[in-house]
């Protein structure tokens, strides 16, 4: 190889190496906007469900609470019989 082919070779190397340096650093990091607290006025629009589970009778239920209301969203629904 000639010089001047070798000298590209580099300068082409070197591009690429650093690019790629660039691609792969890790993005500035922002504090959240949406991170605001409860008490200035701020409620979420949909509510939180949670599922509770129960043992009755030797199987195993499960039932949807809605956290937001403190309430039950649904009727207990059988998961499976309790392995001993």
């Known amino acids: 190889m000639t010089r001047k082919t070798k000298t590209r070779l580099a ?3 070197l591009a690429a190496c650093m690019s790629l340096a660039v ?3 890790p993005a500035a990091e922002f504090p959240a906007q ?3 607290a409860q008490d ?3 409620m979420p629009m949909s ?3 949670k599922w509770k589970y129960a043992a009755m009778d030797g199987k195993i239920y499960k039932r949807l609470y809605n956290m937001s209301k403190n309430c039950w969203a649904g ?3 059988y998961v499976c019989d309790i392995i001993s």
């Open 11 to 13: 300068t082409f190397g």
């Open 23 to 25: 691609l792969c650093s």
């Open 34 to 36: 949406a991170a605001v």
């Open 40 to 42: 200035e006025g701020i």
């Open 47 to 49: 509510d939180v469900l």
């Open 75 to 77: 009727e207990w629904i």
